[in-house]
């Protein structure tokens, strides 16, 4: 466990959580009690502080709301069958918060903010995480460039916050997914790897298009040739071919380097399947659906977990899949959700006990 800093906690006169209705949480709409907040200011991080969750009062020339210097991660919290709280694999994510820090020129988090921070957050909180199957706690870390001036050049003061949103399921139903041809999400030398605002902003056109047509999300292709699959909206993406599970690899910088994306690795080479992770083109991907050898397709996420793809259309050609027969992802996610409620060993040793 790390040191904690010196972190000022002011705790809510009432608790919202009686106004909670814990059978309809839809993802993202609801927040707990309390957030974190810290400043960094003259080359050091500041104003710690847990206090009770509330608006910001920002001037209207803050760096981030003109050009975007903003990043984020997203972690959940679960309970345990007995009661016990955990947060999943928050090391990952606060590793991979500050490779996208770097990327979009912004200061380090120390871990004693983030990750002592995050666990004294929840703990105060931990009423908040629901006991439902597939619901969860979701943890948003997220900093911005809190400079007030307009002029393109990295902000020399930012802002650092957590806040807890309890959540169920955020796609619950299998998806169909359009091949994007036209938008691009990343290039090469670009900032798809990292999580930062704009490569969501980015993409909202390319989703409303494909919402337009009928389809719940778009398959993005990398932006040279539309040849290559990168990932589904907001998830990391898997072909099961053959007896091969393959994903796209990291090589490029143009795709989220996952936490869900890594369980999966791990999961699917624990129930036997050789994984690949390679470029993998929508051509080769049609070959095997046209010899029969294209048996499932799924998205991982933090929000998503795991989803089930049953529709995947390209140009005019459709590939429907029988999903009620599937026996790969839903075994994943089973086993996912078991290990992260408690019911499946934890061998690898992602659950963070609070
Ligand atoms: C996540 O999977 O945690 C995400 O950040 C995706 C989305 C909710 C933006």
Redesign the pocket.
């Known amino acids: 466990m790390v040191a904690a800093m010196d972190i000022l906690v002011t705790k809510a006169e009432r608790s919202k959580l009686q106004d909670l209705n814990f059978d309809n949480l839809v993802?993202?709409r609801y927040f707990s009690d309390h957030m974190l907040e810290a400043d960094y200011e003259n080359g050091e991080w500041k104003n710690i502080e847990i206090k009770p969750y509330q608006p910001l009062l920002l001037s209207p020339s803050v760096v981030a709301l003109h050009y975007g210097q903003a990043i984020?991660?997203?972690?959940k919290a679960f309970r345990d069958e007995r009661g016990d709280a955990y947060i999943f694999r928050p090391i990952d994510n606060f590793k991979r918060f500050n490779i996208s820090a770097e990327r979009m020129q912004m200061p380090v988090v120390p871990e004693e903010i983030f990750i002592e921070g995050m666990r004294q957050l929840v703990t105060l909180d931990k009423n908040w995480i629901p006991a439902e199957k597939d619901h969860s706690l979701?943890i948003?870390p997220l900093m911005f460039a809190s400079d007030e001036a307009i002029g393109v050049r990295p902000s020399d003061n930012y802002k650092f916050l957590i806040m807890l949103s309890p959540t169920g399921p955020?796609y619950s139903a299998p998806m169909r997914i359009y091949v994007e041809e036209k938008f691009a999400r990343a290039v090469q030398g670009g900032v798809g790897f990292a999580?930062t605002a704009g490569n969501?902003a980015a993409a909202m056109l390319a989703s409303a298009e494909a919402k337009e047509k009928g389809y719940d999300q778009v398959l993005w292709t990398d932006a040279f040739e539309h040849k290559y699959v990168q990932e589904i909206g907001?998830?990391n993406v898997f072909f099961i071919i053959g007896d091969t599970a393959i994903t796209p690899d990291l090589e490029q910088g143009t795709i989220l380097n996952?936490v869900?994306r890594q369980c999966a690795i791990t999961l699917l080479e624990e129930m036997g399947l050789k994984v690949e992770e390679r470029p993998l083109s929508i051509d080769e991907i049609i070959d095997a659906y046209k010899a029969e050898l294209l048996h499932e397709v799924f998205g991982t996420?933090?929000?998503?977990t795991i989803s089930i793809i049953k529709e995947l259309r390209y140009k005019d050609f459709v590939m429907h899949f029988d999903v009620e027969n599937w026996k790969t992802a839903p075994t994943l996610k089973k086993w996912l959700m078991d290990i992260r409620e408690g019911r499946r060993e934890d061998k690898y040793g992602w659950m963070w006990k609070l």
Request: charged content about 15%; glycine content about 22%.
């Open positions: 993802f993202g984020f991660e997203g972690i979701y948003r955020y999580k969501y907001t998830m996952g869900t996420g933090t929000a998503a």
